[in-house]
Nanobody, 123 residues
Framework: QVQLVESGGGLVQAGGSLRLSCAAS????????MGWYRQAPGKQRVLVAT???????NYADSVKGRFTISRDNAKNTVYLQMNSLKPEDTAVYYC?????????????????WGQGTQVTVSS
């Protein structure tokens, strides 16, 4: 089993910054892509940013130039630095990780999600 624990959400005024963290733990054999998604009230969960284990990042158009995703492979942790926040960034932010986990006899793929952290941007 692989678990993800997010932290760093909160309430911030428009134009402010927040940094989210997500640490993976458990029976991790490897982590390939890690990413952040968000879900606003009444809307579907959408991609915010992803990053490969080689460091290649991909962003939603709505956050390009404002958000930066990074990861520390030694700590199995992914970060999301959010600057110039807007009220429309308000959502629950979820961390995702995919890779291979191990058991006593084999490895198997996993696709894990964190519990979510609330980000609220006031105008």
């Amino acid at each position: 089993q692989v678990q993800l624990v997010e932290s760093g959400g909160g309430l911030v005024q428009a134009g402010g910054s927040l940094r989210l963290s997500c640490a993976a733990s458990g029976s991790i054999f490897s982590i390939n892509a890690m990413g952040w998604y968000r879900q606003a009230p009444g809307k579907q969960r959408v991609l915010v940013a992803t990053i490969t284990n080689g460091g290649t990042a991909n962003y939603a158009d709505s956050v390009k130039g404002r958000f930066t995703i990074s990861r520390d492979n030694a700590k199995n942790t992914v970060y999301l630095q959010m600057n110039s926040l807007k009220p429309e960034d308000t959502a629950v932010y979820y961390c995702n990780a995919a890779g291979m986990s191990y058991s006593a006899r084999s490895t198997q793929p996993y696709d894990a999600w964190g519990q979510g952290t609330q980000v609220t941007v006031s105008s």
